[in-house]
């Protein structure tokens, strides 16, 4: 599989640790959007699309986002998840699940090169002087 094209996106506000979103294509023909680009306590990673995990409320059956206390939809309380269903509460990342990612480590190393030498790239169009615009 080849990497055909990487576009990075500005973030237009400014966070912590979020500098960019990414939109990958694959062979021409397979896109996958939304990858976030991070800065962590060791340097930039790539963070692949996720999204909330939701479970059934009891009562009327709507998808309620994990950790809800109540129901969106009618307001009843929704049963309190234990650890033993895969869940810690108090782990806000056990709360995602990323919707595409990378099976092999040198998959998702290969990714993260491509993506973050196009941020590299950027940034040094936009201000080749000072590399913190992105």
Same mark, same amino acid.
């Given at each position: 599989m080849k990497i055909t094209e990487v576009r990075?996106?500005?973030?237009?506000?400014?966070?912590?640790?979020?500098?960019?979103?990414?939109?990958?294509?694959?062979?021409?023909?397979?896109?996958? %959007? @939304? $990858?976030?680009?991070?800065?962590?306590?060791?340097?930039?990673?790539?963070?692949?699309?996720?999204?909330?995990?939701?479970? =059934?409320?009891?009562?009327?059956?709507?998808?309620?986002?994990?950790?809800?206390?109540?129901?969106?939809?009618?307001g009843a309380k929704m049963r309190e998840r234990?650890?033993?269903?895969?869940?810690d509460p108090n782990d806000k990342q056990s709360?995602? %699940? @990323? $919707?595409?990612?990378?099976?092999?480590?040198?998959?998702?190393?290969?990714?993260?090169?491509?993506?973050?030498?196009?941020? =590299?790239?950027?940034?040094?169009?936009?201000?080749?002087?000072?590399?913190?615009?992105?």
């Open positions: 990075v996106y500005k973030k237009d506000e400014h966070d912590k640790k979020l500098r960019a979103f990414a939109t990958i294509t694959f062979d021409g023909c397979f896109v996958v %959007r @939304d $990858i976030k680009i991070i800065e962590g306590s060791k340097g930039l990673f790539v963070a692949m699309p996720s999204r909330k995990i939701k479970e =059934e409320c009891s009562q009327c059956h709507s998808r309620v986002v994990i950790g809800s206390r109540f129901c969106c939809q009618c234990e650890s033993s269903h895969g869940h709360e995602y %699940r @990323d $919707i595409a990612h990378p099976i092999t480590a040198d998959f998702r190393d290969l990714i993260q090169k491509a993506i973050l030498s196009a941020y =590299e790239e950027q940034k040094h169009k936009l201000d080749p002087e000072n590399h913190s615009t992105l």
